[in-house]
């Protein structure tokens, strides 16, 4: 069974528009630790943010948003008045404590139209 | 500033050669990772290796071996390439989560490497 799943394959805006895109993840495990990942067309998977299973605070950081919830197993990624440099394939990753491997969802390709 | 490197961004090899892919991380990471991307599929796990001379299969180890001689470097080996192994490959490191606390445990990726086999 996909431990993370991103439904969305691809998504398209317009610049300025906001955008969210889910997650939804599955585990037995009490401590895990949730992630997002950006893949500019460059290649290069950059980190984004990381959560871990006890912190269900909601995050800001500039335009990025990350919405955690237990009850529903989704981490949720929102960006706000997106941009042309926001375009990318954004990765959801799970990682169970016992385990020190991490599950990556299929992606999610966003394109930001000028 | 934390590094990983692949030691080829590009490479073409023919159906039934063995190809090495190198990584080397900088970073005195307990874990290393090989990974495979291919469009609609996301990041399949291959092969990953929490300590020197150690190895535990991925989703998709067929075809492919890892060594792991030293601490920074992890090898993906493909014994007799097929076209089917033809993806992009990335190598990622990260602490081994007991050590880390948390704070900083996430998976530092290489640029990855293009692989055609013709």
């Known amino acids: 069974a996909q431990k993370v799943t991103q439904a969305q394959t691809e998504i398209s805006v317009v610049e300025k528009e906001d955008v969210t895109l889910d997650c939804v993840y599955e585990t037995r495990d009490t401590t895990y630790y949730l992630f997002w990942y950006k893949q500019p067309p460059s290649g290069e998977l950059v980190f984004l943010i990381r959560r871990n299973s006890f912190d269900e605070q909601n995050e800001i950081s500039g335009r990025y948003s990350w919405n955690f919830q237990k009850s529903t197993s989704s981490f949720n990624f929102t960006i706000t008045a997106s941009q042309v440099v926001d375009s990318a394939v954004y990765f959801c990753a799970l990682s169970e404590v016992n385990f020190n491997k991490f599950y990556f969802g299929s992606g999610t390709k966003l394109n930001v139209k000028p | 500033d934390v590094k990983v490197t692949q030691s080829s961004r590009y490479l073409v090899k023919r159906t039934g050669e063995k190809v090495f892919l190198e990584c080397v991380q900088d970073m005195d990471h307990e874990n290393m990772f090989w990974y495979r991307q291919d469009p609609g599929l996301g990041l399949r796990l291959i092969y990953f290796?929490?300590?020197?001379?150690?190895?535990e299969k991925g989703d998709i180890p067929e075809g492919y071996s890892v060594s792991r001689e030293k601490k920074e470097r992890f090898s993906l080996i493909l014994e007799s390439a097929s076209t089917n192994q033809t993806s992009m490959y990335l190598c990622a490191s990260s602490l081994n989560i007991q050590r880390s606390s948390g704070n900083s445990y996430e998976q530092y990726f290489g640029p990855g490497t293009r692989l055609t086999v013709t």
């Open positions: 290796s929490y300590d020197v001379k150690m190895k």
